[in-house]
């Protein structure tokens, strides 16, 4: 018999490595002559643009000059403003402690040790917490800070805030909305089912058209809402019909067998779902619901058409109406695309991170 | 069958009556609000706005638009638009995404790893900014109107794109496209392609992996291989998920708003500024987008019945 | 002409770092020899055959087959004697891996039009030629998933043999087939055997070893235990191994 031994070390070098990855055969190595040429071509004048040449002081007069590339002297001069909006330069700590509290509640939130009943408790402190340091006073106390009102809000605080708070009320929502589509009430199925369809089948600037221009007519006389408040609603609603679907789909990829388990296990309805299927569709499909996450997150930019300054508006804000540094608007949109994609690409990495660490305690 | 309180099916109606009284008053006590708040801001109510004249002019379309005409006109213009638009963005971004879907499994790596880069940066940054990026950049790369690049009739300057008809009788253009189609489409398309990717790339790696190895066995090459055993396959786990794409990108063109695009929400968006029948207009929004997706969806299920696999 | 179509020099294959699947595997086959490889299941033998075309790489030890040398992993596979050897090659899948979206007739013709370039009228006739040999050319018209297994590994047979192939690779051709199946699939291969057609035959079917195998060649743990002819294998196996699985698949 022939023992088993270990693989040779195989001492492949980095030129058969390119070689087979590269030049396997005449057309392959063609593409590949043609698309490092390109890629050449382009990085270079990237790299010169953006680097090379670049100004880095804020020195209008410097950027100006002939043969100067990329002017990342704006995102100097005006990161303020395109970071934090209208908010009042004096009390700017309060946005950047404010929303570094919400960034660490949604950290742990990501972690599965933390998947536990205080997890709730920490977010009901920590809301109040922050929209006490945002706004300078709480359901009128006052908490010594200057009055701070929404509509100067803006920045990155507001696309992290109007995201996390509308995911959070969303899927409590979404998951009733998907319970009732399923539901064997025909009221109740045609009443969520139009209401995802609904729904669903505009685009979301209509929604916060409607929130912004209609609400106000919905309410009573005296009764006027706070625009940041509307604009929260719009997009609660909105997403709450997405992630529905998601959470549907989940519900019906829950075998049949279980339900009837825990119905001859004498369990009434709504512990079924709570105990039961919930749980498993959740699971099932938070690769889904994580996706729409990132969908939120970037839908937030939206709101700027309705005159709210998040991380997009607020560069329009900051550039606009300043003739000396407008025409370096493209270096600041780089900028900002930079950060969403920081914040994006994460959420997705987390989300196959997640899939991995479902699928190790579930190995099918 | 007798209605009680303890029975499954008596509390079942009595659900869905609570639901329904709880639906009635509340869309009651809106509407009231809502027409005791327009009847104080002297709002009326009615679409015969619609017949009279609008007062705006719009400066694309399918057909030429004065103030003068009725509002009425002037949604059907940005309906123009906005079919222009998605349309084709759908037949553009089809394409290149099936490309860059089908990309990521080439042999070479660099292909590889261009068209995986190129999803995670179109997927991860937002539509909006994406917009006025290419907005910006058209604007400040295409040369000015008077010095224009030209290739035979076509003339591309920051006017737009035009077919210039230079013949005896007539100087001018015959069709233009403006900066804002283009960017708009440019945007929509390079967007929804990254999305596209992603789904031909999941329906290609659901195929069997036997039919993989039955395509090598026989000696089909890799695009062989792709282009008559796997894609065809792959389309059927790809329609659905595909016409989720495309009402995406409908839905999406009424960013149009933010680059001055004059679609229907841009359109609505004017009448709205200039009559203050908000509900009116945006329920007319509404409608356009609802149908405009029912029958995407039609044509899709169609299309997904025709291409289904003969079974016994 | 008696050099051997298929040589085996001490090759090895590893899954990763640990796992040794193929263990110094020296073999020949001559032209027009019929092997059936048998083993316990995780033995390697369906990793053995997948080498011949490709299908599987190898770390170490030489592969020729018909006269064509297949390179190692560490050196980097060779695409145009890939091609050239799965012309000469056919395989023969344990789920048949029919094209569900393509006839049965436009499953023959593919390859023959793709890859070796007929015209299709010419490959039409060798398409219904192939169906006749395997007697199912009445179905030509139909669909795969409208057939039963038994039809479905035929047409798989008759899709490979339109290659006109030197070599044919079973892998396990009757494990997924209803009982009542078998024969007409071992039917086709007695036949195909019977003709001349060099084949490698991975199958748990001792009765067809027994009447159609020139040479029986016993695995276990990546390695060939024994190979010797049919008599021989059954009626004397010369090594523990073998006789341990002899007895227990021997017993029904």
Redesign the interface.
């Known amino acids: 018999m022939i023992p088993a031994r270990p693989a040779p070390f195989t001492s492949a070098t980095w030129l058969s490595a390119v070689r087979q990855h590269l030049f396997a055969d005449w057309n392959t190595g063609l593409a590949s002559v043609v698309l490092l040429l390109l890629l050449g071509y382009a990085g270079t004048h990237l790299l010169d643009w953006g680097m090379l040449r670049a100004q880095w002081m804020p020195d209008v007069a410097a950027c100006r000059a002939d043969g100067v590339g990329a002017c990342w002297g704006v995102v100097a001069e005006k990161y303020r403003v395109i970071l934090l909006g209208r908010y009042p330069l004096e009390e700017q700590w309060r946005p950047v402690v404010a929303s570094s509290l919400l960034l660490a509640l949604l950290l742990v939130s990501c972690l599965r040790s933390f998947w536990r009943p205080w997890l709730a408790v920490l977010w009901l402190l920590g809301l109040p917490i922050y929209f006490g340091l945002m706004k300078g006073h709480l359901w009128g106390l006052s908490l010594g800070l200057t009055a701070v009102d929404t509509d100067r809000w803006g920045g990155l605080p507001l696309t992290l805030l109007l995201s996390s708070v509308s995911i959070a009320l969303a899927l409590p929502l979404a998951v009733l909305v998907a319970l009732g589509r399923r539901s064997e009430l025909p009221a109740i199925r045609a009443l969520c089912s139009v209401y995802v369809e609904l729904v669903r089948g505009v685009p979301l600037i209509s929604v916060l058209f409607m929130a912004s221009f209609m609400l106000p007519l919905f309410l009573p006389q005296g009764l006027t809402i706070d625009v940041l408040l509307r604009v929260l609603v719009g997009i609660t609603l909105f997403a709450a019909a997405y992630m529905a679907e998601v959470v549907r789909g989940g519900l019906q990829a829950v075998p049949r067998g279980q339900v009837e388990a825990a119905a001859s296990l004498g369990l009434s309805w709504w512990q079924t779902q709570r105990h039961v299927v919930l749980p498993q569709a959740l699971t099932a499909v938070l690769p889904g619901l994580v996706n729409n996450f990132i969908a939120i997150f970037k839908d937030t930019s939206l709101v700027t058409i309705v005159s709210l300054y998040e991380l997009t508006g607020a560069l329009g804000l900051a550039l606009n109406s300043d003739a000396d540094w407008r025409p370096f608007k493209l270096e600041g949109y780089v900028f900002i695309a930079l950060i969403y994609f920081l914040f994006c690409f994460s959420i997705s990495r987390y989300s196959l991170w997640v899939e991995r660490q479902l699928a190790l305690g579930n190995p099918s | 069958m007798r209605l009680s309180w303890r029975s499954a099916s008596g509390r079942g109606l009595l659900y869905q009556a609570a639901a329904l009284l709880v639906v009635m008053v509340l869309g009651w006590f809106l509407a009231s609000n809502t027409a005791y708040n327009m009847a104080q801001r002297g709002i009326q109510s009615g679409f015969d706005f619609l017949w009279g004249p609008a007062g705006f002019e719009i400066g694309e379309g399918l057909f030429n638009f004065d103030s003068t005409q009725s509002y009425a006109l002037a949604f059907l213009t940005g309906l123009g638009n906005t079919v222009r638009v998605a349309v084709t963005g759908i037949v553009m971004a089809t394409l290149l995404g099936t490309l860059l879907g089908v990309g990521r499994f080439s042999r070479n790596l660099l292909v590889r790893v261009l068209c995986s880069a190129y999803v995670e940066v179109f997927r991860n940054i937002p539509l909006l900014l994406q917009l006025l990026m290419w907005y910006l950049m058209l604007a400040e790369l295409l040369p000015a109107v008077d010095t224009p690049m030209t290739l035979g009739p076509l003339e591309l300057s920051k006017g737009g794109l035009m077919w210039i008809s230079r013949s005896a009788h007539e100087e001018g253009a015959l069709w233009a496209l403006s900066p804002e189609f283009m960017a708009l489409t440019l945007g929509l398309t390079l967007y929804t392609a990254a999305f596209i990717a992603e789904v031909v790339r999941a329906g290609v790696a659901a195929v069997p992996r036997g039919q993989k190895e039955a395509s090598a066995a026989l000696g089909l090459s890799r695009l062989q291989a792709m282009r008559h055993v796997l894609l065809p396959q792959a389309l059927r786990i790809i329609i659905p998920p595909m016409t989720n794409q495309y009402l995406n990108l409908t839905k999406n063109s009424s960013l149009a708003v933010a680059i001055g695009y004059p679609d229907v929400v841009s359109i609505a968006n004017t009448a709205l500024n200039q009559t203050g029948r908000a509900v009116e207009c945006i329920a007319l929004v509404m409608a356009v987008y609802l149908c405009t997706s029912l029958l995407t969806a039609l044509l899709m299920n169609a299309y997904n019945r025709r291409v289904a696999l003969q079974e016994r | 002409m008696n050099e051997p179509i298929i040589q085996f020099d001490l090759l090895n294959k590893?899954f990763?770092?640990?796992l040794?699947v193929l263990?110094?595997i020296k073999l020949d086959v001559k032209r027009g020899e019929r092997i059936v490889v048998c083993g316990p299941s995780g033995s390697g033998k369906s990793t053995l055959i997948r080498c011949i075309?490709a299908?599987e790489g190898f770390?170490?030890g030489r592969l020729f087959v018909d006269g064509d040398e297949l390179r190692s992993?560490?050196?980097?596979?060779d695409?145009?004697v890939i091609?050239q050897i799965?012309?000469k090659?056919?395989?023969v899948?344990q789920?048949f891996?029919?094209?569900?979206?393509l006839s049965v007739l436009d499953n023959l013709m593919?390859?023959p039009i793709?890859?070796a370039g007929m015209a299709p009228q010419a490959a039409h006739e060798l398409a219904m030629a192939q169906l006749e040999r395997v007697r199912i050319a009445e179905q030509a018209h139909k669909?795969p998933?409208?057939l039963s297994g038994g039809q479905q590994q035929r047409v798989a047979i008759a899709?490979?043999l339109c290659?006109k192939p030197k070599i044919m690779l079973f892998d396990e051709p009757t494990s997924a087939l209803d009982p009542e199946m078998i024969t007409e699939v071992l039917d086709v291969m007695t036949e195909l055997a019977s003709a001349g057609m060099t084949m490698m035959c991975v199958t748990h079917e001792m009765g067809f070893a027994k009447t159609v195998a020139d040479r029986v060649v016993f695995m276990d743990?990546?390695?060939i235990i024994e190979h010797n002819t049919p008599q021989e294998f059954f009626g004397h196996p010369q090594t523990e191994r073998s006789q341990d699985f002899l007895s227990k698949i021997l017993r029904h």
């Not at chain 3, 992993?73 to 596979?77: R, V």
């Not at chain 3, 891996?97 to 979206?101: E, I």
């Open positions: 590893w990763g770092q640990h040794h263990r110094d075309n299908l770390q170490s992993d560490a050196a980097g596979p695409l145009k091609d799965r012309q090659v056919g395989m899948f789920q891996n029919l094209f569900p979206h593919l390859a793709k890859v669909f998933l409208q899709r490979a290659l743990q990546g390695q």
